[in-house]
Structures are given as C-alpha cells and as structure tokens.
C-alpha cells in the first residue's frame, strides 16, 4: 500500500479529530494504530481529545499527533458540553472530520454535532452482538472476534484513511535512557535478569490469587541474578507490593510513590520479561517490545484484547468450558470460585519464566 497522503486521501482531508475516552487499556490500544495512521498521512493533522491523564503514555508521538486532554465530566458535561467542545476544536483547528474510537453516548452527540456541521464522521463498530455466542453460558462458540486494533483500523477505513502498520513500538532506537528511571534502580549489569511483576487488575475475574503470585515472587527472588520490578498504583496495592519488596532479596516496588507512565515504559522496556494480568500493564509491556507472560482467567485472547504482537504461547489460562464468561472481567463467577485463576500452580508460572529467561 503507498503511504503518499496525496494517494490516498481521496477527501482531501486536513484536520480530523479523534476521539477515545474511557479506560487506560482502551486508551493504550489506539497508539499503534493513532501513530500508524499518523505516518501513513504526514499532512493531515490530526487530534486526538482523551482525558489528561492519559496523554503522557503518548511517548515519541508523530509530529502530526496533537494531544488534547479533555475534562467531559466538569468542563463539557451533556448536550450543551458536547456541542461547545466540537464547536472551540472547529473554531481552532477547522476540523473536517471526526474519526470516534469511543462510541459511547458522549461521542455520539459529538458525531450528531459534526453532521449537523457537514462535517463527515464515522465510529468503530460495536461488539455487544458478536461478543453473545462467545461469553455466554452455554452453547459458547470459541472464534475470536475482531481485536480491538482491527476495529479502530476500520474506522479509519471508513473514513477513507487505510493504512498499514508504522507503529514499530516506543523508543525508536529500541533502548529506553536508562537515566529516564535512575531514581528507581541503577542500569542493568550484563549478567542481571530483570523481571517485572503487575499483579493487579481492574476486576477480580481478571486477577491472580495475590497468595499463589506471592508464591512466584519469593521463588524467582531466590535466583542470584534476578532482580523483580513490582508494578501497580493506589493505596491498598502499594501495601501488598511494599510488603512483599520488604520480605523478599532484589524486590523493588515502584507503587511507592507516582512515577509516572515516561518513566515506568523506560524501565520495562529494559525488562527480560514482564508477568501481568489481561490489564493495562500487559499492553504497556508488549508497545515497549518487552516479552510478556499473560495470565487470562474469566476473560480470553477470543475477547480481542490481546497484547500488541504477543504470541498466543505466552498466555497462561486454563482450557474450561465456562471462559470466557464475560468479555471485561466484570461479572461474578458463574461457579463462586474463580476456579479459571485459583486453579492455576505457582508453579506453572514459575516454570514458564525460568524457560524463557533460558531460551532468551
């Protein structure tokens, strides 16, 4: 596919908006395909509104990729919010299109707002539909459902802007400065394995046992060579990880304190290997082309929420009938256990970590 602007921007297109709101991962999965879109067409400018919080994950951007962080709750709340925040980004940057990767109600009154403006405008398409037969109880069909990417690659599609993949992971040179993160750990020695742990995840049916992960962290800490980066943020995690960083040799917590997403993506780009839930952390690891081990428990690679180029041998999960039950994690156990996670040995992981320290 050319990646000449003048070829493929059929519209003529100059300014387009996009938009992604919600949570962290869903805001992590748009990067390779925001950076991807952006170098495919070096003279549109594009747009990208999100919340603020979520723009310094957006490292090394495309000069073309503006970043705006938006407020919807205090600033541009409902109807009248919608339609004066589409109205300020036309009068600033006369936008000609809208490209949504949120499709919610908010952004679909912006894209209500944009027709009435003659401005054209496309969303991704919804999974509640595909996703039934997959999450159901019974009768499940196991066939993955379009990921996440593919879907937002669709909508730029739609809007006349395919593309193919320019996203080759952050750091460009592929080693992040090691002085990005010297507050936290000198540079790695030649003869160290860093490993990092992310044990946390939004809903329970996405979380390991912290008992059986505790488990993992004190046998691999046993090894000479190893150092492990406890990953995770807030009160109540900043408790578990401090106690097992204070329990164990060569175990460092970097909830101790708000590093930041610069500073923590530097140092897991230095990682051997880096073990986590199906969370954001798994994607933050897989953009800095750091191996991951993924644990799956009640949801499922199926989902379309797979690590960026992660390989399917890499994820743990156990092969049971009632996965995936949901396609977040959300919902309660079906059976009351979380038997998908509590099921899964320690050991299973431990060995899968030290095979793969062996063989890379």
Known sequence: MATDDRVNNRRGLKNVLIARFSAITDVVLTIPVVYSVCRCYPNINFYLITRQSMIPMFIDAPKNLTLKGVNIKEDYRGIAGARRLLNELCSEHAIDAFVDLQNDS?????????????????????????????????????????SMRARYREAFFRMGLPMHERFKGYFENGVADASVFADITAPKSDDEIWIGIAPFAKHKGKMYP??????????????????????????????????????????????????????????????DVMVTMDSANMHLATLVKTKVISIWGATHPYC????????????????????????????PCLHGDYHCLAAISPQIIIDTVKSFIIRN
Request: aromatic letters at 8%.
């Open 304 to 331: 379309g929420f797979k690590g960026w180029h992660q390989k399917e041998e890499n994820m743990i999960q156990l092969p049971m009938t009632c996965r995936p039950c949901s396609m977040f994690g959300d919902k």
């Open 210 to 271: 912290l008992a059986s992960m505790e488990k993992v962290v004190d046998d691999l800490s046993q090894i000479a060579r190893v150092k492990i980066f406890l990953f995770g943020g807030g009160d109540e995690e900043q408790k578990v990880l401090s106690s097992w960083a204070e329990k164990y040799e060569r175990v460092k917590s970097l909830a101790d304190r708000l590093h930041g997403f610069p500073t923590e993506l530097a140092l897991m780009n230095h990682l």
């Open 106 to 146: 908010y952004s679909h009154l912006i894209r209500l707002f944009c027709r009435l403006k003659k401005i054209p405008a496309t969303s991704i398409n919804s999974t509640i539909k595909a996703s039934k037969p997959l999450i159901r109880k019974n009768n499940k069909v196991m066939l993955p459902l379009s």
